[in-house]
């Protein structure tokens, strides 16, 4: 549990499974509404600009029994779907006067309308990002989208979504994606400072915390981190691909460390950090964010830009992180997982790059298979 984890973000992170105590205090503080949003990526920035608390809803992680959600679904969905529905229906997320999914699979698009039609009281929204960002209207679509999702909002904050506020909330959001981006840029550099569960902690925290106050305690987590005097261990440096949306088992992260590794990069909460910097001195701000979105020459999964070559990214993330071989952790039925997978692999193949397929669902609790599994792959590589 995260709990058991020496960080300052240990406790806001395991709160943002199931019981969001942190999200009633700012409500019962503020007077103000709050927002959960379904990964990959959602525009926090709209939300905060009217007041709202946008916080992140990616599982309960094997905390819950899925017997309800089961009832409700197939039994080939992926695990973060049915555990969100589950928390749904019994009342985990009644903190949240809203609920938004997108589309980023056909499952999350689903999830929107069997959410809606039991939770019939409940203000929930369904995002419907472009399929092709790279056409000239694919930024001006999704301006209109936002403005759409801006107006359901509106309804909860009470209030429009006024032009400087979101600016401020741009600028606020900008900072704390640098600062999610130095943190993973001191990690792929000094893996040794931070374990896995730490890092992960840090950033699950600021799925639910205020931006306000996580900005300012993770800046200084990351002054703390760096001075910390840790010395290097003889470990394989990885790269861990597939984790963007359902979260692996820490456990599982924890028995890839255990058994020898260094994980000098992931995808675990990569929406969190994916964007770069969107202006804030445009006429227009609402456009400025969907450009930001449509217009980001990184890849993304659950998105497709015909401009960008996920072959060529995949190579450079090799050369930049140093890495010496990569673990696919893929969720079972997750079919964009297993998608990029195949053109990471053909990279990985040509640049003769070692790696291992693992695959797991997010309330698994034993991984002997995957630490036997992990520690062979580790020693064929190191002592080759």
Not at 88 to 117: M, P, Y
Request: charged share 25%; glycine share 6%.
């Amino acid at each position: 549990m995260l709990e058991e984890i020496p960080s300052p973000f240990a406790a806001a992170a395991e709160d943002s499974y199931t019981t969001f105590a942190s999200v009633k205090r700012w409500k019962e503080e503020t007077g103000r509404p709050a927002v959960g949003y379904f990964p990959v990526y959602f525009p926090e920035e709209l939300a905060h600009a009217m007041g709202l608390l946008p916080v992140g809803l990616y599982g309960a992680s094997g905390r819950l029994s899925l017997d309800m959600a089961t009832a409700h679904t197939q039994s080939f969905i992926c695990s973060i779907s049915r555990s969100v529905f589950q928390m749904a229906l019994q009342g985990h997320l009644d903190v949240f006067e809203g609920l938004i999914f997108s589309n980023i699979c056909d499952v999350a698009r689903n999830l929107s309308g069997i959410t809606k039609r039991n939770l019939k009281e409940r203000h929930v929204d369904y995002l419907h990002y472009p399929i092709n960002n790279g056409t000239d209207y694919a930024a001006r679509y999704l301006r209109e989208e936002y403005a759409r999702i801006g107006s359901g909002l509106q309804g909860i904050a009470g209030q429009p979504l006024g032009s400087e506020q979101l600016r401020a909330s741009i600028t606020l959001y900008n900072e704390k994606r640098r600062l999610l981006r130095e943190l993973a840029q001191l990690r792929q550099s000094r893996p040794w400072l931070l374990p896995y569960t730490e890092w992960y902690a840090a950033m699950r925290a600021g799925l639910i915390l205020p931006v306000e106050e996580y900005v300012p305690a993770l800046k200084a987590y990351i002054g703390a981190v760096a001075a910390r005097g840790t010395k290097p261990k003889d470990r394989l440096r990885v790269v861990v691909a597939g984790t963007f949306c359902e979260q692996p088992p820490l456990q599982l992260m924890r028995t890839i460390e255990d058994a020898g590794c260094y994980i000098v990069h992931d995808e675990a909460l990569l929406g969190s950090r994916w964007m770069s910097d969107v202006p804030v001195d445009g006429p227009d701000p609402v456009l400025s964010l969907a450009k930001a979105y449509a217009e980001n020459p990184e890849p993304l999964t659950v998105r497709f830009h015909p401009d960008i070559d996920k072959r060529s990214h995949d190579a450079s993330l090799l050369v930049s992180s140093g890495a010496q071989g990569v673990i696919f952790c893929t969720p079972k039925f997750c079919e964009p997982a297993l998608y990029d997978s195949v053109i990471f692999k053909g990279v990985l193949d040509k640049a003769k790059v070692p790696y291992l397929h693992l695959e797991y669902e997010e309330s698994a609790s034993s991984f002997e298979h995957d630490r036997t599994m992990v520690e062979t792959f580790v020693e064929s590589i190191l002592f080759e």
